[in-house]
């Protein structure tokens, strides 16, 4: 019915599963639902959150709204919007903006936005530059945080220097340090982030309205960089592939491989071999630290931890470049394009004003947008995965000392929360130096069980894409550029299946037209899956994923805007892409026929089976 | 050769008082490379020659411009009567061999041609000037195609046009027509492009489109057409609004067009795949790059597949309205002024 009052359900309404109330219960409290949230949007983060949490991870969460929050709100005082609240309910993280709506507030902030803001613009260069050391050092600081470890006696050196602290207190300062370094790189995260959308909304804007029917992606291919730094793994991966030709080792890769086995076989095939091994080494360090996933899980590792995508896309490759394809990555070509592109459509405006008015705004947009593409390899990339992998120091220390029980392994560590593992810590200080066994190894077991189970019961369950009445307008920049959300998608959301279940709409994020079979690749750990010529159907992909673009014909995701990741890495393939289906995963079921039309943003399911078969577990 | 033809390939828009609008267009296209079905323009000198034998056996411009556009019944009498006298006047003799002649050049292999009017004036290529029987399809005979010459003459003398005329108070002495005499496409599809969008003016895109075989049957509105927008620069296709295209017009045996019914996949089957859309908007560009203005064009593609253009005439609607158009954005010294727009709050 069109002319009923749509909404989604009420906070209020959404049950915890049973049987996992305690799970529910041990997330902070600041994160739990109330009633009054009713009163209140929320929309599900799907986008950096797409799968149920682990109870540690929540810091990602965490550290990213108190920062994002803290620029918004008080450092750059955004006039129209303060920070981004956030809620969990069946390990599904919900947000939820705080608009600012008094006219008289909204003139105060504005005065403090233009002299903050504006100081941002005028010297972004320094400050990025100033940005990219003051990242590098934090990097540093984080890799050169040392292994927390507990020795059955003090070394004599400890004595003999007057040191005076024993290793159980360099526990806490190390895991503090580690917390603290995480929450100081979300902050650097956010210094420039909202400032460089805002800069390249602006031009949007004004592209919409000098060109109504304008796609999104033509604005987004005008404003694109062409050295950020997050196409560089990707590029490494073809320099590898090239060398293996010209070592003569490419027999080596084949599909689906055994990687420590090729490992070895290259270390034991003579110089060639072993060149090629120190040209992986090259390869790794930085450029193998970028995340297989968004960076947002402890589980999605980088290249470094799992060669898997890179060895992944090698034999694809190397059967280009033996074949004569040209792989390289046509930059000279891409800038050219750019070029023509924005000077075409400057051409067709017709006043020596307008002119005027887009010189100002592209050259604005392209002056902020190297940090907005560049900044994920730094923060969501390297430093996410390092410190993850710090916290698996600790998930080592406490698995060896018994927290974990005898069928424990490291990575339990991460079904506590950042609280409970700091009070663990204290657990395994206070036995160490007591000289007993901590209370962790008895207390810890059943409950790293029971949110095992959780996780895997709340993957089970689909849940709204939001929550509560829709309003009518939303205003917040944050929520309009980095989720993509406007009160046209919202509605659309609402329509969902009401009048076509075999269409699905989203954005148009590179055009062309294809048919093929649907993969529905829900992890990384999936990607073998995929073969040539596939439709890649996931939740969101990021630039990592781009190595398989190759093999695809075209791509699908849940989540994700024309600047997305997936549709920068898109153009970049000629792949073509709708992005922000909202419920591709869902309403796709693996091996379906389907037809992308990248041009128009519609997937269109071909096959015949109803698509109800398909589970459909949420009750909204 | 007579004054009274005039190939394509040596006019141009500048020639529009002898050639019309018309002819002008055509010709001015040819010369530019465009792929336009080859042809002639009948001139307004064999138009104005004829309409001298006329007049001298009966005045024909004075009772025009002693009509009372208001009365209908008298408008109705003098129409007939003088599409009946330009029906039966002969042809000077010059002008008939001459145009003959040129249609036997034209079509050596007896291929049949299209005849079209084409009006000299600006406003007169306004529908209501020019009346909508002014074209004639697949016309096999250089004397049907005479025939059909007059016939476009004689709609000069329609009621609508002589009264759209009378309303005016435009001087009869300036009124006068050419002739388009042109091969005629035995299309696969055809149709019309806009080279900006009519429902928002956008100049970043183009408009197509197009029916199975004339676009007769677009233009018509008989059939309803396929449309795509395609981007201009990007030549990204973001609306494909495919049809139930019904029936389509195609050559009768005899001369003239008969309309075809589809059955099946040929009524939902698109008109024109990817590769033709890009093919129509490089010509679309080319040609608006020509006239240096968006263009309202006929196309049509002939059975290999080539596109060949029918028509280009600039685009009116949108084009007032950009006269009068505000800038986009309140021009600003500091584009950071223009941020605000977004992080100020939306209207």
Known sequence: MSDAPKGFPLPSSLKVVPGTEAAQAAYPYYTQFVPEDDERFWFYNSMHFPEPMHHFDMITAEAAYCALGAFNTRVHVLPTAKGIDHRIINGRVYIGGVAVTDPDEIAERVGEFQQRAFYYYENWETLYDQWKVKMKALIADAQALPVPTLPDYEPLETTHTGKGIAANHDLLKIYQQQVEGYHRMWHHHFEFLLLGYGAYMTFFDFCKKAFPEISDQAISRMVAGMEAEIFRPDEEVKRLARRAVELGVDAHFIDNADIDTVLADLDKVGSGGKEWLAELETSRNPWFNVSSGDGFYHYHRSWNDDLSMPFAALPGYIEKIKAGTNIERPTAQLIEEREALVADYRELLDTDEDKATYDQLIGLAHRVFPYVEGHKFYCEHWYTNLFFNKIREFGRLLLKHGFFGPDGVEEDVFHLTQFELESAIIDLMLAWSIGIDGRGPTYWPPIVAQRKAAIAEWALHDTPPALGNVPDAIDDPAINMLWGITRENLDKWLDDGSENDKELKGFAACSGVVEGTARIVKSVQEIGRLQQGDILVCQVTNPTWSPIFQKISAAVSDIGGSMSHMAIVAREYGLPAVVGTGKATSRIKDGQRIRVDGGRGVVTILDDEPVSEQPVLEEA | MSDAVAWFADVGIADRPTVGGKGGSLGELTQAGIAVPPGFVVTTSAFEGFLEALEAREPVRTKVEALDPHDLGAATRLSEQLR??????????????????????????????????????????????????????????????ALKVRECWGSLYSVESMTYRRKQDFPESGVAMAVVVQRMVDAMCAGVMFTRSPTTGDKSVITIEGAWGLGSAVVSGEVTPDRWVVGKITGDISVRDISDKHAKQVPAPGGGIVEVELEGADRTTPCLTDEQLLALREVGRKVERHYGKPQDIEWALDKAGDVLLLQSRPETVWSVKDAAAKPIADPTANPLAHVMNIFGGRK
């Open chain 2, 84 to 145: 009946a006298r330009v029906m039966n006047e002969p042809m000077p003799g010059h002008v008939e061999s001459a145009i003959m002649q040129a249609m036997r050049e034209l079509c050596a292999d007896g291929q049949p041609v299209a005849v079209r009017s084409s009006a000299t004036t600006e406003d007169a290529e306004d529908a209501s000037f020019a009346g909508l029987q002014d074209t004639f399809l697949w016309v096999l005979t250089p004397e049907d195609m």
